[in-house]
Every structure is written in C-alpha cells, then in structure tokens.
C-alpha cells in the first residue's frame, strides 16, 4: 500500500532527478570514488527496505491469490470480472527444474553410474565457464588486534569515509 509519503517520492519528475543523479557519477578522484561508494550502498539499503516491503505484500497477495482460486474451483466460477480484468485458474503443466543433481540422477538411473559420471564430467565441461568480475558488499569483521612483532610493517592504504 503506497503512503502519501512514498507515493509523492515516486512521482515521474522526481524519478527522472533521481535517475540522472545515479548515472551521472563520473569517477576522477579519490572523493568522487567516496561518494559513488557512499551512494551506492545508500542506494542498496534502500533497496533491502524495498524489497522487504514487497515481499510483505506478495505473502498477503499470495495467500488471497489462494483463498481466490481455491473458491471459484470449489463454487465452479470460470471467470470473475474485475474493472478491465478477466480472473480465471488456468491450468498448466510444470516440468521438474534441471539441476545438477537432477540431472546426475537421471543419468545415473539411465546409464549406471560409471557412464553417467563420465557424461556429467562431459556435459559440465562443454558448458564452459567465463570469469565474472563483480563487486560485492559484506558486513566488516572488527579489525585485528595488532599484533607484536619487533619490525614495523608497511600497510596497504585503506579508503574509508573518515579520510
């Protein structure tokens, strides 16, 4: 259910601001590093409070999705007009998700298990990989005590946003 809060934020102009502030960052120094960081993990956490939002809804639209359906087949009701919409249940076949160990079992049931470790190592291999680069986020651990030695060590500099 949108506020008057949240539905005056997601107005089009303030969207389209909102918009060419996020694309417009352009990294030339140190701070402008900083900043895109700082943002970005705004951005995010704003994101998580989103999406917990949403996932609120769709249990609740979820569980009268359920009660709906499960009351036109029980009451024979083919289909419910609502405003410009047609509700009907639509009946459709699900086929099984193939996984790995999916789909190891299937070849194991068919060709033994030798054979099908084999066509597995096969298959796997003329799937391929590609290396991803990708940034990611995780809570910090507490910093290490320091430890004593006798010479100094020289640390790598670390960008934080208290420098």
Same mark, same amino acid.
């Given at each position: 259910?949108?506020?008057?809060? #949240? ?6 102009? =303030? ?6 502030? @996020?694309?417009?960052?352009?990294? #030339? ?6 900043? =895109? ?26 569980? @009268? ?18 405003? #410009?919409?047609? @509700? ?7 086929? +099984? ?52 030695? +006798? ?13």
């Amino acid at each position: 259910m949108l506020t008057d809060d #949240t539905s005056s934020r997601m107005s089009t102009s =303030s969207v389209e601001e909102e918009e060419e502030e @996020i694309t417009s960052h352009t990294i #030339t120094s140190v701070n402008d590093f900083k900043d =895109s960081v700082k943002k970005m993990c705004q951005l995010q956490d704003e994101m998580k409070v989103i999406a917990a939002k949403r996932k609120e809804i769709n249990d609740v639209v979820n569980e @009268i999705k359920l009660e709906v359906k499960d009351y036109m087949i029980q009451n024979n009701v083919k289909v419910c007009n609502y405003d #410009t919409d047609e @509700i009907y249940v639509n009946k459709r076949e699900k086929v +099984g998700s193939l996984t790995r160990t999916s789909l190891r079992a299937a070849l194991e049931s068919h060709f033994g298990e030798e054979t099908a470790t084999d066509a597995f190592a096969y298959i796997i291999e003329k799937l391929g990989s590609t290396e991803v680069l990708e940034l990611k986020r995780a809570k910090r651990k507490a910093e290490p005590k320091p430890k004593a030695t +006798g010479g100094a060590k020289t640390k790598k500099q670390r960008i934080t946003n208290n420098n």
